[in-house]
């Protein structure tokens, strides 16, 4: 009714919907009326775009004039793996001409599998005034000049985390171009950098800004250099230590102890490159005060690894490699009450024995000891549905379970039986999983029990598992929330995809590669669905060059507003429309 | 349709076949695996860059990525295990770079008031290290001889202590030892050298 919308003036509407900060919320408020629409984006300040593709920055632009604070994501999953072939795409480019004359108050940028250019960097360090935030997650395309930009430039600068992004290092003297009197850092992540930053620059900059609370070094810092930073900064919350070796010697053990000692707010450590044992009960004293422990990258042997772990009873995430063993799973789950988060990674992923005394056990402890453990990911090489179904029980809280069995379609190993009976009991028990990643032997009857029971199941990864397009159209049919399904190397074809193509359009993207979807189902689609971008990839030959019924190498399937893409490499092809289209 | 669903007859026959290989690659439609180390390496590329020759028909060099290729004992996949390439490199990394880092080491001189630090790795032989040594101290070490150390009735000679702890000539051993088994560099005065084998 008109006179309702009248009872508010808009300052007060605004000023409501401000404490509303949820996207799904948001866009709640817009479907009301006319007036919460426009007033809701005129006041929404933060945007994330799971998929650059999807929508146009014009589009963005248009609707939400203030942001000031935006997240694009670029490349599928799978890219982290080698299996999206380079230059395929992901270019922020457009993105940050188009923002750098309408947002001239944008504050943050978070990119996560995009690439980013120098002249990208350089172009944000000049753009906003007022740019706080810069997060780039496993991206690429850029190297130290652009930090350089960056660090030159911005003056208010709060964060800046260079996740397991590719950069180019053409040199460490990037980080000196902070000026000497830009004292707002708040969080430094520079450990995916290979070379040198230079050290004074590094230990001035720690040393003036009183704000800094997180600081990831790279492996390039020498242990004999930590004992100094942290001194400069006992304030930190987080800490990634470099490399963290040297010959043993007591003073520099007392040193680094002391100063460990110091930062009576550390909660959360990582780094631990190279490890020499002796150095690590210098850490001891901050042990039981840690919530977070990324020791992924230490190569130290299950009774270390036991000593440290026991020592931190307020731990909530654990990353660890696999030679932390069965043994040390079970002082885990027996040290570590509060633990949520668990990823053990392989040591050896590509030798063809095990090299470490970790099996399915590990994980049944921890999921016995650890009540509040509900995100999981773990690489071992034997599993059986005994286990799996014991640890669907004992954590019915379960929401992110990744399993990844070394070696492709194995089978129980007890009974040599598929694993689907296990894999079924986790998505029966567990009502709450949003994410699943599944491995070792399986058959149409998995995909069965996924479409029955993983109704909140968001994103699922599968590999090298089902027999037919029976266990692809369960998940389609099936799995109401799902928003990413990513597929390699399953006898998946053109029946599923075809008769769910309408699904398709509710979910976020869908990756195939190595099945069996022919080129005449990928234009077929393509020509039905115009909300949809259907991306062939194939770097063997067009695949107009061979009859229809020829499966394509890899597909990328994702919803759009803007149609399609305009930066494909040769090798990718846009199903559209009209067919006589990007064909030649 | 109809076409569509023979197709899918050939699949299923397939899809029920029990086997260890990957499904969904036809004999015919096979490429060669790629390694681990090409890391963002489109799969043509690495194979060009793998063989090395430029010339030669298609079909040999094709051949030839392949025998490279298949060579590892088994073939690895693209991609599996899901393990992220900065993970992998880690620990190959480590092997590497314990060749490559620099080692630095204290050198002292009898009567000098502070020790001072080079890198053995920067030089390539015994004659780089000493004269080094000879600019950074500002004495001369004299040549070499098998038998009787160092003679030119210099009043130093340049010692290292080894793994052991004892004390050597500088100059006995190949170079690649002494660089592993040296741990620091002592310039000594010739009156404690007389049982080193300096003719002084």
């Known amino acids: ?584 | 349709m109809e076409r569509c669903m023979a197709f899918d007859k050939e699949l299923n026959l397939e899809a029920t076949e029990l086997r260890l290989g990957l499904p969904g690659i036809k004999e015919s439609e096979k490429q060669p695996f790629s390694t681990i180390k090409s890391n963002k390496r489109a799969f043509p590329n690495m194979d060009e860059k793998s063989c090395g020759s430029k010339d030669g028909s298609k079909a040999s060099h094709a051949q030839k990525c392949n025998q490279e290729i298949a060579s590892p004992a088994k073939a690895q996949v693209v991609g599996w295990p899901p393990v992220r390439s900065y993970r992998k490199n880690c620990f190959q990394a480590k092997t590497m770079e314990s060749e490559a880092t620099s080692a630095y080491l204290k050198v002292s001189m009898d009567g000098a008031p502070y020790l001072r630090k080079i890198d053995l790795k920067v030089y390539k032989g015994y004659p780089e290290l000493l004269k080094a040594l000879e600019d950074m101290f500002k004495f001369s070490v004299g040549d070499y001889s098998e038998s009787e150390g160092y003679n030119n009735g210099s009043e130093f000679v340049a010692t290292y202590e080894d793994k052991d702890g004892d004390w050597m000539l500088v100059g006995d051993v190949p170079w690649d030892m002494f660089i592993s088994s040296c741990k620091r560099l002592r310039i000594m005065k010739g009156s404690e050298a007389r049982g080193l084998g300096c003719a002084v």
């Open chain 1, 1 to 584: 009714m008109p006179r309702m919308g009248y009872s508010f003036p808009e300052e007060v509407l605004e000023h409501v919907f401000s404490f509303i900060q949820s996207d799904e919320d948001r866009n709640a408020i817009s479907a009301v009326c006319r007036s919460w629409h426009d007033i809701e984006r005129w006041s929404r300040r933060r945007v994330f775009v799971g998929n650059c593709y999807a929508i146009s920055p014009k589009m963005v632009i248009r609707r939400f004039p203030e942001v000031r604070s935006i997240e694009l994501k670029g490349k599928p999953h799978f890219a982290d793996f080698n299996l999206v072939p380079e230059d395929w795409g992901g270019y922020v480019a457009p993105w940050i001409s188009a923002m750098a004359s309408a947002y001239p108050w944008l504050e943050e940028i978070r990119l996560k599998r995009m690439v980013i250019t120098d002249e990208s960097l350089e172009l944000i360090s000049k753009s906003f005034k007022n740019f706080k935030v810069l997060v780039l997650s496993s991206c690429e395309g850029f190297s130290t000049e652009g930090l350089a930009a960056i660090a030159a430039n911005c003056r208010n600068l709060r964060e800046l985390d260079l996740g397991e992004s590719e950069v180019e290092d053409l040199s460490g003297h990037w980080l000196s171009h902070f000026p000497d009197n830009y004292t707002s850092l708040v969080s430094l992540n520079i450990a995916c950098l290979g070379c040198e930053v230079s050290f004074s620059a590094l230990e001035r900059l720690v040393g003036r800004c009183p704000n800094l609370r997180t600081l990831r070094l790279n492996r390039a810092v020498p242990l004999d250099k930590l004992a100094n930073l942290l001194c400069r900064a006992p304030q930190l919350v987080e800490l990634g230590t470099g490399a963290y070796s040297s010959e043993l010697r007591p003073d520099l053990f007392s040193n680094l102890s002391g100063a460990f000692s110091g930062c009576k707010e550390l909660k959360s450590l990582s780094g631990f490159w190279d490890v020499v044992p002796g150095y690590l009960p210098a850490v001891y004293p901050i042990c039981s005060k840690l919530t977070s422990l990324n020791l992924s990258y230490a190569t130290i042997q299950s009774p270390e690894l036991i000593k440290l772990v026991s020592q931190c009873q307020n731990l909530q995430r654990l990353w660890v490699l696999d030679y932390i063993e069965d043994a040390g799973l079970v002082a885990l789950a027996a040290s570590c009450k509060d633990l949520r988060e668990l990823r053990v990674f392989p040591s050896d992923p590509f030798g063809p024995e095990p090299n470490v005394g970790l099996t399915e056990q590990g994980l049944v402890s921890v999921s016995e000891g650890c009540p509040k453990l509900q995100s999981v990911l773990y690489f071992c090489r034997q599993m059986s549905n005994a286990a799996l179904i014991t640890i669907a029980r004992n954590r019915p809280n379960m929401t992110r379970f990744r399993l990844c069995i070394i070696e492709p379609q194995a089978p129980d190993y007890l009974t040599l039986q598929p694993l689907d009976v296990g894999f079924g009991a986790i998505v029966e028990h567990c009502k709450d999983l949003r994410r699943l990643s599944l491995s070792g032997l399986l058959t149409d009857r998995v995909f069965q029990y996924i479409g029955t029971h993983a109704k909140k199941l968001e994103m699922l990864s599968v590999a090298f598992a089902g027999e037919s397009d029976l266990g692809l159209h369960h998940i389609l049919s099936g799995c109401e929330n799902l928003r990413k399904l990513e597929i390699r190397d399953c006898p998946f074809g053109d029946k599923a995809l075809l008769a769910n193509a309408a699904k398709l359009e509710t979910m976020r993207s869908l990756w195939m590669s190595s099945c069996s979807v022919s080129f005449g189902a990928c234009k077929l689609l393509g020509q039905k669905m115009p909300g949809l971008n259907v991306e062939v990839i194939d770097e063997r030959s067009p695949p107009d060059s061979r009859p229809e019924s020829c499966p394509i190498e890899k597909l990328y399937i994702y919803r759009t507003v803007s149609g399609p893409r305009f930066d494909m490499p040769g090798f990718v092809w846009t199903m559209a429309e009209n067919p006589a289209l990007r064909l030649s």
